[in-house]
């Protein structure tokens, strides 16, 4: 059975720290453990993130509400993994999203002044926090690089990369009005043959029309928008 100490080396911040360099890192850092039982509330959207909260076992969803709630994007996770990293510095210091445990989670959690700490100390924990936070700033706008567009394909890829789809978790569009393609995409000709093109592509598998599973990546759809994207 893997370690805290190994478990931790998985988590963004701490990659590539030798395992015997993380118990002196961590030692000056407060740390709080404890255990929440499925269907809890791991944080709320709108909730000011002031800590680093870190997932060491179980599975949660994150749920991220679009289009004034009509469009719910649900992305699932297997620990370890840590929420809301993006979310603690900057203009707006609150969750995006709400978190919600699916089985029982061990949680390790410390405030992020300690973070702070922690990076200006070890260059490692820097650059892998920089590094992080570049690649979340630079997705949505890496979504426009081809063209912008106003079809599904071309939202359905602005969409994941604005809510910082990771890529790690299984993910879910749910419609709570209407199907999901005329959400993405209000002309039904247009959102019907891309829909179709998504599907023969397994890029998305449809539970039903108001729900769709994401099977491909960011960039595989990306891939698919360039080499069919309308003509000028």
């Not at 059975?1 to 000056?28: N, Q």
């Not at 453990?33 to 000011?48: I, M, N, Q, R, Y």
């Not at 394909?153 to 990771?166: D, E, F, M, R």
């Not at 179709?196 to 729900?211: F, N, P, T, V």
């Amino acid at each position: 059975m893997a370690s805290v100490y190994d478990i931790l080396l998985e988590l963004p911040m701490f990659k590539g720290i030798g395992r015997e360099h993380l118990p002196a890192l961590l030692a000056k850092t407060h740390l709080d453990f404890k255990t929440v039982s499925p269907c809890s509330s791991l944080g709320t959207a709108g909730e000011d993130c002031s800590t680093v909260r870190c997932v060491l076992s179980g599975r949660f969803e994150k749920i991220t509400k679009c289009i004034d709630g009509r469009l719910i994007v649900r992305e699932k996770f297997t620990a370890p993994a840590t929420i809301g990293l993006e979310n603690l510095f900057g203009l707006d210091t609150t969750l995006r999203s709400d978190f919600r445990s699916l089985t029982e989670c061990s949680m390790m959690e410390f405030p992020k002044m300690q973070l702070v700490s922690l990076l200006t100390g070890n260059e490692i924990c820097l650059i892998n926090m920089l590094n992080y936070l570049s690649a979340a700033a630079q997705r949505p706008s890496a979504a426009w690089r081809t063209k912008p567009t106003s079809d599904l394909i071309g939202n359905l890829q602005c969409l994941l990369a604005a809510v910082g789809a990771s890529g790690r978790g299984s993910l879910f569009l749910e419609s709570t009005s209407c199907p999901v393609a005329e959400l993405l995409c209000e002309d039904i000709d247009i959102s019907l043959r891309q829909e179709q093109d998504l599907l023969s592509m397994r890029l998305i598998e449809k539970e039903d029309a108001r729900k769709w599973k994401i099977t491909g990546t960011l960039k595989d759809i990306a891939d698919f928008f360039s080499t069919n994207r309308p003509s000028e």
